[in-house]
């Protein structure tokens, strides 16, 4: 196993609150799981995570906080995402809908759309995302 310092960076939204929030989430046990679109991997021209992937979870200050390890990869299209990944977000989630929601916010602001080089980058049923879930670890592991 490689040592913390060795592995890849996992970054959560962008620096800021949201990436703070989430950050907490993971470190209570509260956010198991994560969503991704399969065109950021294709963009940045990297592959799709792996179960077993380990990562260094990093906060908005780019401070190593945990790892992440992954235990399952699914790919769908956003419009068959289930409640069980939306709850396991950790962002109080109580529906679809409301994952659906808080998600397209992102994809659809501008951030994003910037990170994506496309000013109406836009989500639909048929985007298809990439689910993740995780455990997180303590760092040296």
Not at 7 to 20: C, H, I, T
Not at 85 to 101: D, L, M, N, Q, Y
Request: net charge negative.
């Amino acid at each position: 196993m490689p040592e913390s310092s060795e592995l890849p960076v996992s970054e959560y939204a962008f620096p800021g609150p949201l990436r703070d929030q989430l950050v907490a989430a993971i470190l209570s046990g509260e956010k198991t799981s994560t969503t991704s679109l399969v065109v950021q991997y294709e963009l940045e021209g990297e592959p799709l995570p792996a179960v077993g992937d380990r990562a260094v979870v990093i906060d908005s200050n780019d401070a190593p906080v945990c790892i992440e390890e992954i235990t399952e990869v699914r790919e769908v299209r956003v419009a068959d995402v289930d409640l069980a990944h939306a709850i396991a977000e950790g962002e109080g989630f109580t529906s679809v809908a409301e994952w659906r929601s808080g998600h397209e916010q992102f994809w659809h602001g501008d951030e994003f759309r910037a990170a994506m080089g496309d000013p109406d980058f836009t989500v639909d049923d048929e985007t298809r995302a990439v689910l993740v879930t995780f455990r997180a670890l303590p760092l040296g592991l």
